[in-house]
């Protein structure tokens, strides 16, 4: 099973601030995926990035909010801009093992937003 | 358009015993998969089991086991033999193909089931 890491575990900010938070994963992979988890709340796709080219935003997220990088196959960051307390959330970053039909997330980044 | 229902907020269990918690989906996609993740309160999310949907039989993984009853349109999680550190939110999600017909990992999320387990 794939083994990701993010940085920073968890981070509090100051509302107007941006924030990077940076997914490694210990092999290559294709596809990565950005989640945010509001308080209390269930699961959601931000993004889908892809090495090489733009990622791909679902609805409601827009790349200006969340501008993402994807260099190589096994690294990838998500930038929260502009940060309001809405924001504070946990982003998680998930990748697909196709091959045995699993799918792994990161231990979370838990972003506070005063 | 995909959908996961879990319809209990929170189950409580003795230690030791079975519990179940429930699932419905909603896709109009032949081919899908099914999964449950633990979120434990350091919110994590930790791959539990899976299940496909031309998988012929029942899912299992340890003390997991997925009750998968295609034509209800449902996957329930059964924990078996529960223990203290199984108390955790249950999510449970669905990931269909896209549009080429491989599967990119865009899992679609249940609101959750918060477990308790009592000593």
């Known amino acids: 099973s794939a083994v990701i890491s993010q940085k920073p575990s968890r981070d509090i900010c100051q509302r107007g601030t941006s924030l990077t938070i940076q997914c490694q994963v210990d092999s290559q992979v294709t596809m990565m995926f950005w989640y945010r988890q509001q308080p209390g709340q269930s699961l959601t796709l931000i993004a889908t990035?892809?090495?090489?080219?733009?990622?791909?935003?679902e609805s409601g997220f827009v790349i200006d909010k969340f501008p993402i990088s994807r260099p190589n196959l096994t690294f990838s960051t998500l930038t929260v801009s502009n940060m309001s307390p809405e924001d504070s959330s946990i982003y998680l970053c998930?990748?697909?093992?196709?091959?045995?039909?699993?799918?792994?997330f990161g231990p979370g980044t838990r972003l506070t937003v005063l | 358009a995909q959908k996961i229902t879990q319809t209990q907020p929170g189950m409580f269990v003795q230690e030791k015993e079975a519990v179940t918690l429930d699932c419905t989906y909603d896709t109009s996609d032949p081919s899908y998969g099914l999964f449950w993740y633990k979120q434990p309160s350091s919110g994590e999310m930790i791959f539990l089991i899976y299940?496909?949907?031309?998988?012929?039989q029942n899912a299992t993984e340890g003390r997991y086991s997925l009750n998968f009853q295609k034509a209800r349109k449902s996957a329930n999680l059964v924990i078996s033999a529960s223990q203290l550190g199984d108390s955790a939110m249950y999510f449970c999600a669905m990931r269909v193909p896209n549009a080429g017909g491989t599967s990119y990992g865009k899992l679609t999320f249940g609101q959750g089931t918060i477990l308790t387990v009592h000593p």
């Open positions: 990035a892809n090495q090489g080219s733009e990622a791909t935003y």
């Open positions: 998930s990748v697909e093992d196709a091959l045995h039909n699993e799918q792994f």
């Open positions: 299940q496909g949907s031309y998988d012929q």
